[in-house]
Nanobody
Framework: QVRVVESGGGLVQAGGSLRLSCAAS????????MGWYRQAPGKQRELVAT???????NYADSVKGRFTIFRDNAKNTVALQMNSLKPDDTAVYYCNAQNGIGSYWGQGTQVTVSS
């Protein structure tokens, strides 16, 4: 059974930084795509950043230049470095992992940016 676990959320002041980590386990296949999504209260879940095998990345316009997604040492792990955080970045951040068989979600981690 595939399990996706996020960590690293918390409370930070505007302008600060946080790093989120995500690890997927239990898959017989390498995750060929991993990404971060977020959902703010009263809003739909939206894409933040994705990383696919080969190293291609994709970012939401709202985070370009501030957030960086990268492989975090071991396979099937990914991190999101978030700099210059804004109150609008406040949301629950979810990790998604795909291995060509299925798409798997973590339980989410709260990021709160105070003004």
């Amino acid at each position: 059974q595939v399990r996706v676990v996020e960590s690293g959320g918390g409370l930070v002041q505007a302008g600060g930084s946080l790093r989120l980590s995500c690890a997927a386990s239990g898959s017989m296949f390498v995750m060929n795509a991993m990404g971060w999504y977020r959902q703010a209260p009263g809003k739909q879940r939206e894409l933040v950043a994705t990383l696919i095998s080969g190293g291609n990345t994709n970012y939401a316009d709202s985070v370009k230049g501030r957030f960086t997604i990268f492989r975090d040492n071991a396979k099937n792990t990914v991190a999101l470095q978030m700099n210059s955080l804004k109150p609008d970045d406040t949301a629950v951040y979810y990790c998604n992992a795909q291995n060509g068989i299925g798409s798997y979600w973590g339980q989410g981690t709260q990021v709160t940016v105070s003004s």
